[in-house]
Every structure is written in C-alpha cells, then in structure tokens.
C-alpha cells in the first residue's frame, strides 16, 4: 500500500502533545475516538491506523503515535504504559544522577524489544509494520535545531539510494529520541550518514527530548509536513479535503500567581514549562486561524474558542484538551504529594479517569469527519 498517495476523502491527521506520564489522558481520549469510529462502522476490531493516515508525535505523544501506527488498539497501548511506566522511570545510578534522573536503559530495551520486525531483528523507520506515515518530533542537541523525522519514502533524507537513509534507522531509537527531556534522561546518541560534494561523511550527534523545540504541540507542523511540496507529499488541504485532530496532554498551569517576584532558582526551574505552554498555546491558535475548529477550549479571554465556519479552511481542525484547574490540583495532591509532575507514575489512574470522563463529554465525530 502507498502510504504517500493523496487519500481520496479526507486526509486524516492525528497529532498528540508531549506531556510524560500524562500521556496517560491523551489516550482516553484516542481510546474514546477508536469506540466512536468502531460504532460508526460496525468494526469492532477497528484501530485507529485504520482510519487515521498520518499521525505524529512529541515525546509522550511520539510513543502514543508511534504504537497506534503500528496497528495497535487504544487499550493495548494503555497496558503497555501502565506495565512499565515504573521501568521507564528507573532512577538513575549514583554516578549519573548528577546529569539526569532517570536511566536511559529501561525505557530503550523496553522500545529495543517491542519495535522488532517478525523475524526478530529491529525494525526501522522505514518498516511495513507502521501502517500509517508517521512524525516524530525530535532535537538535535549537538546542531541545537528541531529534527522532525518521517517516514514518508519521498522525504529528502528517506532516498533509498543515498547513504544514510534515515528510513534505515531504528525504529526504536528515534522514539527514544523523542523522549529524551533534558535532566531527566540522558540523550540518544545516533550516528547519521550524509553525502556532501561525493564525499560520505559520518556524523554523531546527540538527540533530545522534542518538547524542547517549538513543537511539542506537534499539529501543525505535521499539517505543514503533508502539505508543504518541500517535504514531496504535497496532499492537497481545504476542508473538504484534510482534517486534523490535536490532543493534548492536559495543561498545568505555570503562572506564579500573587507572587510578584520570585527568587532566582524558582525562576529557573519555571521557566522551561512556561516557554513550552506558551510555544503550544502558539501552535493551537495557528491551526485554529488557518482551519475551521470545531472544538476547543477558549485560548485566552479575548480570542475565544474560534469554533466557527471559515470559508477559506485548510482543513477541519479539533483541540482536545482541558486545563487542570485548582480543584484537580487538590484533588491529585491527595493522591500523590508530586502533583501533575511529568514522571509522577502515582497518578495514573487519576490522570485515566480525568480523560475518560473529558473524552465522554469532549469528542465527536462531527468535529473531524462529517459535515
């Protein structure tokens, strides 16, 4: 099957926030997708692979995309994070504890061990297992620039007869790649092959976490990546035509409330989650601008929400998502002194059941994919 041949509906895009271990709501709200497409078309064994054909993903949210577009329904992923979410958040040993919190190994044999082809041997980027193309949101560390990775076989860097394909990499490698957040795990180190002037050289760089670029809402650049001819798929957009879907991961606030002036270590220590709420504030007021949103919180007081009919659309566009407000903070603070931290694994059934009961009420077909 082409994945790269403009669908002949809609285009269906599926784009999931970077966010930890609260992933864990983002999947009740695919799990409530996947039961309302299964309802819709009498398939009970319907997977969201089946309907979605690009999906992409942001640390967290590059697991989540990546296990879906392998053909996985909603339930087995969230197994999958619950089983071994304490072995992904193993603390790291006395002597790398000062560089990072958690072990690099567990969550890297974990992804080493499950992303593997029939015969046993690694499956890579350009694998027949992903049923779907697929957008992992990395950064480059050693160059300090996003590096978006596909596996869409016309891309630049995915020619078959160049060296260094990056369809040629592991599969596994640059999901972990993706969720490499900086002090918390170590980088993943991959070694890229290029061609310059006739000359193959061999580079070795440092990836990280992709929540530490721009895009940890990843939608919009995925919408760019099926549409931009640079990146040689080229489908076309317009309402009719495109639809995309965005879901986040919750949003914490990161205002410092009555305290006007903090010391300077607070500051630091704030500052990371600001910037990366607001570059996701960013990305959802762009999708909502340039397509025609069905469904979404207010951005702010004086935009609104935006759901409203726009003529000139490039696609049908739904944010999923809910902020977490001084009530579930408490809440969540008598399960778990650590709160709505990226690593607190103490909550995931609070975090379950925050999804599902905002999936029951929050997603409709209608948003995406009818009229």
């Given at each position: 099957?082409?994945?790269?041949?403009?669908?002949?509906?809609?285009?269906?895009?599926?784009?999931?926030?970077?966010?930890?271990?609260?992933?864990?709501?983002?999947?009740?709200?695919?799990?409530?997708?996947?039961?309302?497409?299964?309802?819709?078309?009498?398939?009970?064994?319907?997977?969201?692979?089946?309907?979605?054909?690009?999906?992409?993903?942001?640390?967290?949210?590059?697991?989540?995309?990546?296990?879906?577009?392998?053909?996985?329904?909603?339930?087995?992923?969230?197994?999958?994070?619950?089983?071994?979410?304490?072995?992904?958040?193993?603390?790291?040993?006395?002597?790398?504890?000062?560089?990072?919190?958690?072990?690099?190994?567990?969550?890297?044999?974990?992804?080493?061990?499950?992303?593997?082809?029939?015969?046993?041997?690694?499956?890579?980027?350009?694998?027949?297992?992903?049923?779907?193309?697929?957008?992992?949101?990395?950064?480059?560390?050693?160059?300090?620039?996003?590096?978006?990775?596909?596996?869409?076989?016309?891309?630049l860097y995915n020619d078959r007869s160049?060296?260094?394909?990056?369809?040629?990499?592991?599969?596994?490698?640059?999901?972990?790649?993706?969720?490499?957040?900086?002090?918390?795990?170590?980088?993943?180190?991959?070694?890229?092959?290029?061609?310059?002037?006739?000359?193959?050289?061999?580079?070795?760089?440092?990836?990280?976490?992709g929540g530490v670029t721009p895009f940890?809402?990843?939608?919009?650049?995925?919408?760019?990546?099926?549409?931009?001819?640079?990146?040689?798929?080229?489908?076309?957009?317009?309402?009719?035509?495109?639809?995309?879907?965005?879901?986040?991961?919750?949003?914490?606030?990161?205002?410092?409330?009555?305290?006007?002036?903090?010391?300077?270590?607070?500051?630091?220590?704030?500052?990371?989650?600001?910037?990366?709420?607001?570059?996701?504030?960013?990305?959802?007021?762009?999708?909502?601008?340039?397509?025609?949103?069905?469904?979404?919180?207010?951005?702010?007081?004086?935009?609104?929400?935006?759901?409203?009919?726009?003529?000139?659309?490039?696609?049908l566009y739904a944010r999923y998502d809910?902020?977490?407000?001084?009530?579930?903070?408490?809440?969540?603070?008598?399960?778990?002194?650590?709160?709505?931290?990226?690593?607190?694994?103490?909550?995931?059934?609070?975090?379950?059941?925050?999804?599902?009961?905002?999936?029951?009420?929050?997603?409709?077909?209608?948003?995406?994919?009818?009229?």
């Amino acid at each position: 099957m082409d994945l790269t041949a403009p669908p002949s509906g809609r285009a269906r895009l599926l784009a999931f926030d970077g966010g930890g271990i609260r992933g864990l709501f983002s999947l009740e709200v695919a799990k409530r997708i996947e039961t309302l497409l299964r309802e819709k078309t009498g398939k009970p064994d319907l997977v969201l692979a089946d309907h979605f054909h690009y999906m992409g993903g942001t640390s967290t949210g590059a697991i989540i995309a990546t296990f879906l577009s392998w053909g996985m329904p909603v339930n087995e992923v969230i197994r999958l994070y619950r089983e071994n979410s304490k072995l992904m958040f193993t603390k790291a040993g006395l002597g790398a504890i000062f560089k990072n919190r958690f072990d690099g190994e567990p969550i890297s044999d974990f992804l080493r061990s499950f992303f593997v082809e029939n015969n046993g041997t690694p499956a890579t980027l350009g694998t027949s297992k992903l049923r779907t193309l697929l957008l992992v949101v990395t950064r480059n560390a050693s160059t300090g620039s996003p590096w978006p990775m596909s596996n869409n076989p016309r891309a630049l860097y995915n020619d078959r007869s160049k060296p260094g394909c990056n369809l040629d990499l592991p599969l596994w490698q640059i999901v972990r790649a993706s969720t490499a957040a900086p002090t918390f795990f170590p980088p993943e180190v991959i070694e890229i092959t290029d061609q310059i002037d006739g000359s193959i050289k061999k580079h070795v760089f440092a990836f990280e976490d992709g929540g530490v670029t721009p895009f940890n809402n990843p939608a919009y650049l995925l919408y760019t990546m099926a549409t931009l001819p640079e990146y040689k798929l080229a489908w076309p957009d317009g309402k009719e035509r495109m639809s995309l879907v965005s879901v986040g991961t919750g949003r914490v606030k990161t205002g410092r409330g009555g305290k006007l002036v903090e010391h300077l270590l607070a500051q630091a220590k704030s500052l990371p989650a600001a910037l990366i709420g607001s570059a996701q504030w960013m990305q959802d007021l762009v999708c909502r601008q340039q397509g025609e949103c069905r469904y979404g919180d207010p951005l702010d007081s004086e935009l609104g929400t935006l759901v409203r009919e726009n003529p000139r659309a490039a696609f049908l566009y739904a944010r999923y998502d809910r902020a977490i407000g001084e009530a579930e903070m408490k809440a969540a603070l008598e399960v778990s002194k650590k709160g709505f931290t990226l690593d607190n694994i103490e909550l995931m059934d609070f975090l379950g059941e925050m999804g599902a009961t905002y999936a029951e009420h929050a997603v409709k077909l209608e948003h995406f994919d009818h009229d």
